[in-house]
């Protein structure tokens, strides 16, 4: 099951996992708001925060992990 970011948006499957050879990578369109938005990963585990606002998701993938929002999209790069 992929997680999602019910925090940030109500929509179902709001978070998409990409699997390619040498990396996996999720997605997430956080709209205009991301620009308020900031992402870190620590330990396996993916945390947004906006405002008040925490989502926070874990990563099933092992390997390191680098997160960015850029133009509203979050993506999270899993090395393989």
């Given at each position: 099951m992929t997680p999602t970011l019910q925090q940030f948006d109500n929509?179902?499957?709001?978070?998409?996992?990409?699997?390619?050879a040498d990396r996996v990578?999720?997605?997430a369109d956080l709209g205009p708001a991301a620009d308020t938005t900031t992402v870190d990963v620590v330990e396996g585990t993916v945390m947004l925060v906006r405002g008040d606002e925490q989502a926070d998701f874990d990563?099933?993938?092992t390997g390191s992990a680098e997160a960015t929002i850029?133009?509203?999209?979050?993506t999270v790069e899993?090395?393989?």
């Open positions: 929509r179902d499957d709001v978070l998409r996992r990409y699997e390619y990578v999720y997605a990563i099933p993938e850029n133009n509203g999209v979050l899993v090395a393989r």
